[in-house]
């Protein structure tokens, strides 16, 4: 190899103990310890804004569909409610391509390297945009106009799909053992501002529209509302755009390639090699060595004594399908991708079921724009997600940023669970008890008063806190930290593809069971998902401090070992 990696100590921990690791690249993981993890050095800023933008692009993109979505009311049905099926689909489209996103960009990045496959998927994003905001309203029939954006959201989808195993392995990839969870939240801490911003860009542009719509009565020109609001997502998409397309490849995943010989015909040479020397003491050696290829399971003999370089090619060869097939069939390393991805899996039920449908929300808050002209009707929901948005989402996600190295992934995954199914229990039980003031309490951020909050004293931590800092953020990086690069990204699109499954489940079945069972049982539902969700956590190590890469390493050495 280019290079050697350093020797482990020699008598290392169990290739599956959830202890932390010592880290294959020491000199590089001491680099900036003397400073806290959250304070990031200018590098590590600019990674920030080349991945981040990905997912201020997946909030702003998926959340903006609530809005849109009642614009599209005004402008296709006279201010009536939109099919129920066709707005089911419109608002699952994006999630439905993120999970062929997910998957496949994943699976490609491992396949042929984070460079060859990363800003492809903002392309996608750019051209489905453009697409979105060029719907024909004007020519096609209000459920054609409908179906349109729904098929080119599920193109967006793809893209931005595409994103979190990407964004996610690149990031884990270039980012050393202390600070990796601390990079991982501050990258999806950016779904917070995209939240945030969208919320904002409704206001500012309705705002604009006001004498046209309200004075002029000229409600028609919404059309131009949700097209602006959808089109303003391409600015940082395109300021990204380069700076993907030209980032090199990463020097973790560049150590974890194999050479260009294939570790089987390396392990054949090593034996040829020193077969001479064996024959030379007149004895032919009799003891063979079963080596085992972690590419193709294929056995060959071997010298007792193969070359450290020779076992470090056949650890570091390239990952491909039948390979990472091999890897995840032994159940130490399945148990955590099913931890991973089924953790994912409910909590996208829970937060997507409340987030995607926030009408019962802002109903019971006040702001569900049910009187007043089109505008101002418009305008108050819009003033009621910007609460909503301000008071958990943001705080929550940095409170993930600045605990994670210290609390740890799987101590802040499961109190969030558990505080999750706490408060939507006490919503689900007195949801139709529950007066305004107390139910805005349990939606409200600590000591932040709310004006339908008659009394500021009235305060808790909302489930929109504990879902950010809590499973919302650890799901994401999980997957990003417990497998080795050669699988990480892989890894990371099969567990994200589990949670949009999730996110589709509710999105569309949550306003038909609302109206079968009513909302507070759905509610109630998400509460067992929650606590399904710490169940689920128990799988998973702690990975504050644990190096994937070198656990691999050696558990291929321990395979060795136990063939002699």
């Known amino acids: ?23 294959a690249l020491e000199e590089y993981e001491r680099s900036g310890e003397d400073r806290p993890p959250y304070v990031l050095t200018l590098t590590e800023l600019k990674l920030l804004g080349i991945a981040g933008v990905g997912f201020f692009l997946d ?65 996608i994003i750019i051209v489905a945009t453009i697409l979105c905001i060029s719907d024909p309203t004007g020519d096609l029939s209000p459920s054609g106009s409908l179906i349109w954006l729904a098929c080119f959201r599920i193109l967006l989808g793809i893209g931005i799909g595409g994103d979190y195993p990407m964004s996610a392995s690149v990031t884990s990839d270039r980012t050393n053992l202390r600070k990796r969870g601390t990079m991982l939240a501050y990258i999806f801490a950016n779904q ?33 509302v949700w097209r602006i609001v959808i089109g303003l997502s391409l600015i940082p998409a395109l300021g990204t755009l380069h700076q993907r397309l030209t980032l090199p490849e990463s020097t973790r995943y560049l150590k974890s390639k194999a050479d260009e010989e294939d570790p089987i015909e390396t392990l054949k040479k090593a034996h040829t090699d020193q077969a001479p020397a064996a024959q030379g003491d007149g004895e032919k050696d009799k003891t063979t060595v079963r080596s085992i290829s972690a590419s193709s399971g294929e056995t060959v003999p071997a010298s007792p004594e193969i070359p450290e370089r020779v076992i470090q090619q056949a650890v570091n060869h390239k990952a491909h399908f039948t390979e990472a097939f091999h890897y995840f069939g032994e159940w130490r390393h399945a148990k955590i991708l099913l931890g991973t991805s089924m953790c994912w899996f409910l909590l996208d039920i829970a937060f997507y079921g409340i987030n995607l449908n926030q009408n019962v929300v802002l109903q019971q808050i006040g702001f569900d724009g049910s009187s007043g002209t089109p505008w101002h009707r418009l ?47 006490i919503m689900a039980g007195k949801f139709h008890t529950m007066g305004t003031a107390p139910f805005v309490v349990c939606f409200a951020f600590l000591q932040v008063r709310s004006p339908a909050v008659p009394d500021p004293t009235l305060s808790l931590t909302p489930p929109q806190f504990f879902f950010n800092f809590g499973a919302n953020a650890t799901t994401y990086c999980y997957p990003a930290e417990a497998f080795p690069t050669r699988y990480r990204a892989t890894a990371h699109g099969i567990s994200a593809a589990a949670g949009k499954a999730g996110a589709i489940i509710a999105s569309l079945g949550f306003n038909t069971l609302s109206n079968h069972i009513g909302t507070d049982k759905v509610l109630w539902i998400f509460v067992g998902c929650c606590l399904f969700g710490a169940l689920f956590t128990l799988l998973l190590p702690e990975v504050k401090g644990r190096d994937p890469d070198a656990i691999l390493e050696e558990e291929l050495r321990q395979k060795r070992l136990d063939q002699i």
């Open 59 to 123: 909030a702003y993109d998926l959340f903006i569909i609530n809005p849109v979505a009642t614009m599209l009311k005004y402008r296709l049905y006279g201010g009536e409610k939109l099919p129920a099926g066709l707005e089911g689909f419109v608002k699952a489209g994006a999630n439905i391509g993120s999970v062929i996103g997910q998957i496949t960009f994943g699976i490609l990045a491992d396949r042929f390297g984070r460079k060859a496959v990363y800003g492809k998927e903002l392309m």
């Open 379 to 425: 305008f108050k929901i819009a003033i009621g997600n910007l609460i909503i948005t301000v008071l958990g989402f943001v705080p929550g996600y940095y409170a993930t940023v600045l605990t994670i190295e210290y609390l740890g992934r799987k101590w802040i995954q499961i109190q969030g669970f558990l505080f999750e199914a706490l408060f939507l229990a």
């Open 192 to 224: 917070g501002w995209g939240s945030l911003v969208g919320s904002l860009v409704v206001l500012i542009v309705l705002a604009c529209y006001k004498h046209a719509m309200d004075i002029n009565g000229e409600t028609s020109k919404v059309d131009g």
């Open 1 to 23: 190899m280019s290079e050697k990696t350093q020797e482990p100590s020699s008598q290392p921990a169990p290739a599956d103990s959830l202890a932390p690791n010592p880290s």
